[in-house]
């Protein structure tokens, strides 16, 4: 588990470097925009709420990202930190916060290298809205 863990970290930094370089135009890719299955890569930045789901659930970034939570769904979310209801753990994800149906915001920088669990505020009991953060 701790190999398989730092290859995908490894594969994540690759992937990063590459839109670090590819930005500065409009935004490269945002993930598909279609069908209801989570294919997303564990090597992006950006996690899609939709079907009352977050995709990908787990994700692992490098020091510094913010992370974009899309909210594809046709009803609204509201993404705070681990632990419910205090929202304590990482309050740089508590800047996403409250979002309606087809909205976007991205966390603060994620500076402190620490897995940073989250969920929907509003369905806090939904397995599927909850997820986790590795920063490295
Ligand atoms: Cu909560």
């Given at each position: 588990m701790p190999y398989a863990r730092s290859a995908a970290a490894a594969v994540a930094l690759a992937a990063v470097a590459g839109l670090a370089t590819a930005c500065g135009s409009s935004s490269p890719n945002m993930g598909p925009s279609t069908g209801s299955t989570c294919t997303a890569s564990s090597t992006s930045t950006t996690i899609t709420i939709s079907n009352n789901a977050v995709c990908p659930q787990n994700i692992t970034v490098p020091r510094g990202t913010q992370v974009t939570f899309v909210n594809s769904d046709s009803q609204t979310h509201e993404m705070n930190s681990d632990p419910h209801p205090t929202h304590e753990d990482c309050p740089e994800i508590n800047a996403v916060g409250?979002?309606?149906?087809?909205?976007?915001?991205?966390?603060?920088?994620?500076?402190?290298?620490?897995?940073?669990?989250?969920?929907?505020?509003?369905?806090?009991d939904v397995k599927s809205l909850q997820g986790s953060i590795t920063i490295q």
């Open positions: 409250n979002l309606v149906a087809g909205q976007r915001r991205q966390t603060s920088n994620l500076v402190i290298a620490r897995r940073c669990g989250f969920h929907d505020h509003i369905l806090f």
